[in-house]
Structures are given as structure tokens and as C-alpha cells.
């Protein structure tokens, strides 16, 4: 079946700097891709809708200053965190459709842990 | 978009049934009923879909009531491996980017 991936899988960064987690499409194209946080026991928020080839939407309370999204192709989103503060731990997960699909199934990365120390 | 109730929490005996309940009073007549789960530290993974009819994949059952206000979702022999939290989604159709909204799920427990 369809695979997302994402990169890394888990990273721990100091507090003040930025780190990037990327979101692939192993073997289909998407237009859209969407980015998830779920912090401990809780379900899956999510944060901003990717659109290739153009500005990331994101959902009210998100920040897009300190989480930048960039979807430079048809199999790859970025989600950068700047100014990482510990507040920001979090596992990130992000999922894609596939383009023309007529429904059915939506398809998540394995996910990304960032801890800020 | 259709709220969803779902139980918090459930067990079961592994090689048993399972059966997860959602409500879902609010669904417009387009939407279809998704069930995710979600695996310990993972991402969600599809399970199941269906409009107004029964459905059968190789992972599970979806019973649909036939006012579609609620549904169950069918492990016919739980595993340890079906250990998860399971969401009910409802979604419109026809499909395109479809964003997902996640309530709080409920977490399936297996007891070997």
C-alpha cells in the first residue's frame, strides 16, 4: 500500500534553535498533506493543511511564524519548528492523500518526536 | 462537522470479539463513517469505511445502524496486535483533501 514517510524519527534539539521534520509520499503525489501534534495521551490536533506550490493553511491558535510549512513538491512537506522551546515537545505526524483519489484512504507517517532540552 | 462520542476505554480477552461502539447523532446524510486506530507510537492507520451499509475487510466489520446516528466496529478475534486507540470519523464525500478531525478515540486494551 500507499507509504508516507517521515524524517526524522525522533530528534531532541536545544531550546532557541530550529529543527525540520519532512513528510514524504513514497509513491504517490500529493497536493495536500496535513500536520498533526499529539502530545502524551492526548488524540491527534491538527495544525496546518500543506498545499504544494503554495501558502500552508493553518488552523486557528497555530503560530505559522514559529511553525513553518513548505511543500516544495508533489512528495514532500516540511515542518519546521524555529525558536524551539520545550513547550514544544511533541510527537508530529503528518498524512497525505493522494492526488485524484476518490476516497477511501488517507495515509499517515509513522510520526516524529521532538524533545526540546 | 459531525460530533462523534465514543467510550474512553475498553478490554478485552485476546482471540475474543470486540466490538467498539461510536455515536455520530449530528452526521449529514454525505458523510461517510472512517475508523482509524492508532497503534502506541505511531501514526493512525486506516481501518474502515463505510456510507449506510455493512462493510467487511480483512481488518475488521463496520455495522452501520440504519439511521447512521451510530456504528460498531468489529474485531471478530482480537490480537495483542489490535491494541490501540480506535477514532470514528465522519468525513463528506466525495473525497478530496480531506482533513481529518480526531476526537478522544477509545483505547482498546487486550488482556492475553
Known amino acids: 500500500g500507499a507509504v508516507v514517510s517521515q524524517h526524522p524519527s525522533r530528534v531532541i534539539c536545544k531550546s532557541g534553535t530550529s529543527v525540520k521534520i519532512e513528510c514524504r509520499s513514497l509513491d504517490f503525489q500529493a497536493t495536500t498533506m496535513f500536520w498533526y501534534r499529539q502530545f502524551p495521551k492526548k488524540s491527534l490536533m491538527l495544525m496546518a493543511t500543506s498545499n504544494e506550490g503554495s501558502k500552508a493553511t493553518y488552523e486557528q491558535g497555530v503560530e505559522k511564524d514559529k511553525f513553518l510549512i513548505n511543500h516544495a513538491s508533489l512528495t514532500l512537506s516540511t515542518l519546521t519548528v524555529t525558536s524551539a522551546h520545550p513547550e514544544d515537545s511533541s510527537f508530529y505526524i503528518c498524512s497525505a492523500n493522494p492526488t485524484g483519489n476518490s476516497g477511501n484512504t488517507i495515509y499517515f507517517g509513522e510520526g516524529s518526536w521532538l524533545t526540546v532540552v | 462537522d459531525a460530533k462523534t462520542t465514543q467510550p474512553n476505554s475498553m478490554e478485552s480477552n485476546e482471540e475474543e470479539p470486540v466490538h467498539l461502539p461510536c455515536n455520530h447523532s449530528?452526521?449529514?446524510?454525505?458523510?461517510?463513517i472512517h475508523w482509524y486506530r492508532q497503534l502506541p507510537s505511531q501514526g493512525p492507520e486506516y481501518v474502515i469505511h463505510?456510507?449506510?451499509s455493512n462493510v467487511n475487510n480483512r481488518m475488521a466489520s463496520l455495522a452501520i445502524a440504519e439511521d447512521r446516528k451510530s456504528s460498531t466496529l468489529i474485531l471478530h478475534r482480537a490480537t495483542l496486535r489490535d491494541a490501540a486507540v480506535y477514532y470514528c470519523?465522519?468525513?463528506?464525500?466525495?473525497?478530496?483533501?480531506?482533513?481529518?478531525?480526531f476526537g478522544t478515540g477509545t483505547r482498546l486494551t487486550i488482556i492475553p
Open positions: 463505510g456510507l449506510t
Open positions: 449530528t452526521i449529514s446524510g454525505t458523510d461517510y
Open positions: 470519523i465522519p468525513l463528506r464525500g466525495p473525497f478530496g483533501n480531506e482533513k481529518l478531525t
